[in-house]
């Protein structure tokens, strides 16, 4: 079976400063991918690279069978893929409701709310409050919440723990955990590790905008100096 | 020398002009807050309306049709600038976008010179609305009475467009971030387009229903545009709620101060303006640290 997400020799640039080189990945159906590396090293770049919301200078990437380095954000969610973006993006003049209902609208196939709120029941307290006045950990809720309204075939996920508290973490990182053995496809950026790996199948280490190891979670356990080596840990 | 019934009756034409410039305000507040371009041709589009109106009020001497069409048109001219010219200045920086709407305004000015001539042209009040209503102590011209009513029904409509309807909760966050609307799948520049003719519409709708009350020439949008840069300032840049406030301050400040001296009116304006970018930046109902 093909992979759900393969991307080769990826060329993305800000500007004139050339982030991503040459960056090659595949993530198969069902499978957890962590991407892994320093600050800057290029993760959510590559993430905003394979939604559209920087359009890649060169290379492929081909979305279950579509090839998607030249459509924009709009066109490849379309297709089943969302982003957890690092900074939430909630709409703060929405409601939660509002938000998850807008992320519904041009879903070809799409979560029932009282889903979404079983799996967070919090965000049922608080579906009437205005995106502004939610907590960081309820906005992250809300942000994840609303890229599975769209039930999509594969979640990127970038810094999804990144300022939460302990408690907050340990919610969201079953709720994902959750998601992940229902068999959702998931892409995670984390500066948290130790979070990462307890989600992921595999693990892609970027440096300074190259992909410099492909491992798998028990390769990881294995050699944990490659971690030490490129993050420092 | 200030009469008590003078001022009354300059308080009412404050309500009733600042309706209006509530009207054309929010037009380019959710131009700016969506799409992020400063349209300098908001001013041609109020003038554009009138004389659309103008138009089909002598094709069909109905007031009516003048208004719906007058509107109409603008729907049109709007989408079709942001789909032909705008959309290729989405990714070039602002002040390319300022100049290819101030050029745009300067087309639509010379282009109904071209065709209509700088003398002025008249639409009459319908006949329901003409004449005077005696009010209290003082008498009032209807028509005014009437701009108030339409502008009042016109932004209650945009507010329940953009409050009530799954479309204007796709404005309302597109204002916000339209770069997240479009990663959640909608097609944002099918509703920038959108957008666009709407605001254009918002101008040329209170361009026909001022054209009676003023006279119609090509130059009539570019003391609007600078006033209703001023309103949006007050109000808070990209808030629908702010620009309705603002353009009620605004016709008030232009009407009572016309009444002492006719020729501070706009300088009262930038005073206000200026004492709101002093005390409270984003305007009085912004939001802190909208782009």
Sequence with gaps: MSALLEVESLNSYYGDSHILFDVSLTVGRNEVVALLGRNGAGKSTTLKSLIGAVRPRSGRITFDGTATQHLPPYAIAGLGMQLVPEERRIFGSLNVEENLVLAGLTAKSRWPLERIYSMFPRLQERRRSRGTDLSGGEQQMLAIARALVRDPKIVLLDEPFEGLAPIIVRDLLGICRQLAEAGQTIVVVEQNIQAAMTLADRVYIIDKGHIVEELTAAGVRARPEVLHRYLGV | ?291
Excluded at chain 2, 207 to 214: D, L
Excluded at chain 2, 226 to 240: A, H, L, P, R
Aim: glycine share 14%.
């Design chain 2, 1 to 291: 020398m200030i009469t008590w019934p003078n001022f009354v009756s300059q308080l009412f034409n404050g309500l009733a002009s600042g309706a209006l410039l509530a009207l054309i305000s929010c037009g380019l507040t959710i131009i700016y807050g969506t799409l992020g371009v400063l349209n300098l041709a908001h001013g041609a589009m109020f003038m554009l309306g009138g004389y659309a109106g103008y138009v089909a009020f002598q094709a069909t001497g109905s007031y009516v049709v003048a208004v719906a069409f007058g509107a109409l048109f603008l729907v049109v001219v709007g989408a079709v600038i942001e789909r032909v010219v705008i959309r290729q200045f989405y990714d070039r920086p602002p002040e390319d976008q300022i100049l290819v709407t101030f050029g745009i305004g300067i087309v639509i000015v010379e282009l109904v010179r071209l065709g209509f001539g700088s003398l002025t042209k008249t639409v009459p009040p319908p006949s329901w609305a003409a004449g005077v209503t005696p009010m209290g102590f003082l008498i009032y011209p209807t028509y005014r009475i009437v701009v108030l009513a339409i502008a009042a029904a016109a932004l209650a409509a945009l507010y329940i467009v953009l409050y009530r309807t799954r479309l204007g909760m796709i404005v309302r966050a597109g204002i916000e971030d339209s770069g997240m609307v479009g990663m959640l799948g909608i097609n944002v520049y099918r509703v920038f387009m959108l957008v666009f003719g709407v605001g254009a519409m918002a101008a040329g709708f209170a361009g026909i229903v001022n054209a009676p009350v003023v006279s119609l020439t090509p130059d009539l949008g570019e003391s609007i545009l600078v006033q209703t840069f001023v309103v949006v300032v007050i109000g808070g840049v990209g808030s629908f709620p702010g620009a309705i406030l603002g353009g009620l301050i605004a016709g008030e400040i232009l009407s009572l101060t016309s009444m002492v001296n006719p020729a501070y009116s706009e300088v009262m304006l930038f005073v206000v303006m200026t004492l709101v970018l002093l005390l409270r930046p984003q305007g009085l109902l912004g939001l802190k640290g909208r782009a």
